[in-house]
């Protein structure tokens, strides 16, 4: 047995034969399984095997979650068997990964080096901060409830996060939501075109504030290094060379922002690894 199996034994033994070829394989690398059927534990071991088998250094494997509590397993998982320091240096979720980056290159987002994030909860009160200061007659009237009430608030903000997972940033708001109305209208669909007018508005405003007091909310730390990865093919070779490969976790639950980001930061390496449950996907 050679030195490298026996190392990664902990890791690959409680692995069926299935499970254990897709950690080894590499390339373009899509596992679908369901719940409970170890995927995560074929993420980690395909890691392991990175690092030990084939030779990669882990500050050059990008590893991704939706949780922390999930990074923080995996992390503890490859640390028990390849040692301490051993675990991806870029190992985190799609926010703090993004976060990263961010921090790299600020101006990407016309932001400046030490900006602040907003969490959800933050970016919630500015939200309603702006409409309340809004002249009331441009505030659409809400299906129930008053103007600026905290069921209206929260769903201009689900709006403005949903324009953000798909890539629009302000100036191209306007431009795609007459899309998105002209689409369910072909389609017989419902649709609130002045709310969705009022949020792009809003979006615009927002924006510019989060500007000026050089913050991002959340859904910011991916938008805009993915945005850059798209348009500036200097900066999309800066990072996707650093990586030697690319692993993502629960694939089934990316949005376009983040399926976007882990195929450009993969493009140099071509190794993308990804683990998911098709049967809990809404598409």
């Given at each position: 047995?050679?030195?490298?199996?026996q190392?990664?034994?902990?890791?690959?033994?409680?692995l069926?034969p299935v499970q254990?070829?897709?950690?080894?394989?590499l390339?373009r690398?899509?596992v679908?399984?369901?719940?409970g059927?170890?995927?995560?534990k074929t993420?980690t071991?395909?890691?392991?095997?990175?690092?030990?088998?084939?030779?990669?250094?882990p500050?050059?494997?990008?590893c991704?979650?939706?949780?922390?509590?999930?990074?923080?397993e995996?992390?503890?998982?490859?640390?028990?068997?390849?040692?301490?320091?051993?675990?991806p240096?870029?190992?985190?979720?799609?926010h703090?990964?993004?976060?990263?980056?961010?921090?790299?290159?600020?101006?990407?987002?016309?932001?400046?080096?030490?900006?602040?994030i907003?969490d959800?909860?933050?970016?919630?009160?500015?939200?309603?901060?702006?409409?309340k200061?809004?002249?009331?007659?441009t505030?659409?009237?809400?299906?129930?409830?008053?103007?600026?009430?905290?069921?209206?608030?929260k769903?201009m903000?689900?709006?403005?996060?949903?324009?953000?997972?798909?890539?629009?940033?302000?100036e191209?708001?306007?431009a795609w939501v007459?899309?998105?109305i002209e689409?369910?209208?072909?389609?017989?669909?419902?649709v609130?075109?002045?709310?969705?007018?009022?949020?792009?508005?809003?979006?615009?405003?927002?924006?510019?504030?989060?500007?000026?007091?050089?913050?991002?909310?959340?859904?910011?730390?991916?938008?805009?290094?993915?945005?850059?990865?798209?348009?500036?093919r200097?900066?999309?070779d800066r990072?996707?060379?650093?990586?030697?490969?690319?692993?993502?976790?629960?694939?089934q639950?990316?949005n376009r922002?983040?399926?976007l980001?882990?195929?450009?930061?993969?493009?140099y390496?071509r190794?993308?690894?990804?683990?998911?449950?098709?049967?809990?996907?809404i598409?």
């Amino acid at each position: 047995m050679s030195a490298y199996t026996q190392t990664l034994a902990p890791v690959l033994d409680p692995l069926t034969p299935v499970q254990r070829e897709a950690a080894m394989a590499l390339g373009r690398v899509l596992v679908l399984a369901g719940a409970g059927t170890g995927k995560t534990k074929t993420l980690t071991a395909g890691v392991a095997c990175r690092i030990q088998m084939y030779g990669m250094r882990p500050s050059q494997i990008l590893c991704v979650t939706f949780t922390n509590k999930a990074a923080q397993e995996m992390r503890e998982r490859i640390t028990s068997v390849l040692g301490e320091g051993q675990a991806p240096f870029w190992l985190g979720t799609f926010h703090g990964l993004g976060a990263r980056q961010l921090r790299a290159e600020p101006e990407v987002a016309q932001l400046h080096p030490g900006f602040d994030i907003r969490d959800a909860d933050d970016a919630t009160a500015l939200i309603r901060r702006l409409m309340k200061a809004m002249d009331p007659d441009t505030v659409p009237e809400p299906d129930t409830g008053k103007k600026c009430d905290v069921r209206q608030v929260k769903k201009m903000g689900e709006r403005i996060g949903h324009m953000k997972e798909n890539l629009v940033t302000p100036e191209a708001a306007p431009a795609w939501v007459r899309g998105l109305i002209e689409r369910r209208r072909a389609a017989r669909q419902m649709v609130d075109v002045e709310g969705w007018e009022f949020a792009v508005r809003l979006y615009q405003i927002y924006q510019a504030t989060l500007r000026e007091q050089n913050a991002a909310d959340f859904s910011d730390l991916l938008m805009w290094p993915t945005l850059a990865l798209m348009n500036d093919r200097s900066y999309r070779d800066r990072w996707s060379q650093r990586f030697t490969s690319v692993m993502a976790d629960e694939f089934q639950d990316v949005n376009r922002a983040q399926m976007l980001w882990l195929t450009y930061m993969s493009e140099y390496s071509r190794e993308l690894f990804a683990v998911g449950d098709d049967s809990q996907s809404i598409l």
